[in-house]
């Protein structure tokens, strides 16, 4: 028995963007879909009700940091994730790799696994493919990840197929040591940075170790926008039909749905959170700086298109005046709109997948957005 199952229910004529249904333990989630992330078991500023009134159908965390911090032992205690966090939809889980790998000096890469420093108190770790597969499995995430090299940008040839062929052998440990298939899915991740040759390999390599869905990952790692949708363009038609496509650390707006036009079902990424922590919105009309002196005296809505609890209360002004002050208030508040504008981006991508007008509706968005 699979842990899910993926219903691909029509394909855009005019683009061949996918809409679909990922069946789950936790429940439907509709895609394509936006994943907030909640790092440390919570996304940061916001309760699980407040996630749940915005329509977030599923959120990721993270096996790096709840390894060092609470300790995936006392998760397990707690009942699992899901218990401990009090969320009771899918979460998925990535591997850790990314994260140990962004350490740079911080740690050392064998063929057996990675040992690194935590960035938390320099104390000595060890993150094999077994390790990260019993911290997920412990964890009880719906979705978890194989554990995987993420190739630097730039990186040469050489580097990144020796690397890509690791990650392979790390997926099928990965597998190997999975212990609930048929509660957990386990999803593959493919490498070989912006090479198609070696995109096409992993591609290969993993469709024969059969994973439930299939993850892109190193993109999003510095490299130019347009380098990114070219690798997409000759490695998601790759990938099975009939399985989820996720594209790992993607959150812009332009990113998105240049994602979804070419195939991806599922993202994540810290940037709205993130941003909105920095005092940045992401409107229907654009960014909007709130700590810029424009907004002194705006006693208008963030966005007057956003029906959000916090374009519906708050203005501008009093935004402003929170961000300026450090109040802690600010960040919720920010947070709040900015998942909500990205989770109904993808209700609206949705729809326009189910109308056969995704091109058309990426020109307007990018028109009003960004002005081009």
């Not at 915005?54 to 899901?82: C, D, F, Q, V, W």
């Not at 962004?102 to 935590?118: M, P």
Request: hydrophobic fraction near 35%; charge should be neutral; proline fraction near 5%.
């Amino acid at each position: 028995m699979m842990a899910i199952r993926y219903e691909l229910i029509k394909e855009c004529k005019q683009s061949g963007a996918r809409l679909g249904r990922l069946h789950t333990p936790r429940g439907i989630i509709n895609t394509p879909i936006f994943m907030p992330v909640g790092t440390a078991a919570t996304v940061k500023a916001m309760t699980p009700e407040e996630l749940k009134d915005m329509n977030a159908e599923i959120i990721l965390s993270n096996t790096y940091h709840l390894y060092l911090r609470p300790g995936h032992e006392l998760i397990e205690k707690a009942g699992g994730l899901h218990k401990f966090m009090n969320w009771d939809r899918p979460i998925l889980t990535d591997s850790g790799g990314f994260q140990v790998f962004s350490l740079g000096d911080l740690r050392k890469i064998t063929e057996e696994g990675v040992e690194f420093r935590s960035h938390i108190d320099g104390s000595k770790h060890f993150l094999s493919p077994e390790k990260a597969t019993e911290i997920q499995n412990a964890l009880g995430s719906d979705i978890m990840m194989a554990f995987d090299e993420c190739a630097p940008y730039p990186a040469d040839y050489d580097y990144v197929k020796k690397s890509l062929e690791r990650t392979t052998r790390w997926a099928k440990r990965c597998k190997d040591a999975h212990k609930n298939p048929d509660r957990q899915a386990l999803f593959g991740i493919v490498q070989g940075g912006m090479y198609k040759d070696l995109r096409e390999q992993s591609v290969k390599e993993l469709l024969e170790l059969d994973f439930p869905g299939y993850s892109v990952g190193g993109l999003s790692v510095g490299e130019p926008k347009d380098l990114m949708n070219e690798v997409l363009d000759y490695t998601v038609p790759l990938l099975p039909k009939d399985k989820p496509r996720y594209l790992m650390g993607v959150g812009s707006p332009d990113a998105l749905i240049d994602g979804v036009i070419r195939g991806i079902d599922m993202f994540d990424c810290v940037l709205p959170t993130r941003i909105a922590r920095n005092g940045t919105a992401m409107t229907s009309q654009g960014k909007v700086v709130i700590k810029n002196a424009k907004h002194i005296e705006d006693f208008t809505p963030l966005d007057p298109d956003c029906d959000c609890y916090t374009c519906r209360n708050y203005t501008k002004a009093y935004l402003r005046h929170l961000f300026k002050s450090g109040e802690i208030l600010s960040s919720r508040l920010l947070t709040t709109h900015n998942l909500y504008f990205l989770i109904n981006l993808m209700k609206d991508v949705r729809q326009a997948i189910m109308d056969d007008r995704l091109l058309d509706f990426r020109e307007e968005f990018f028109q009003r957005y960004y002005g081009k």
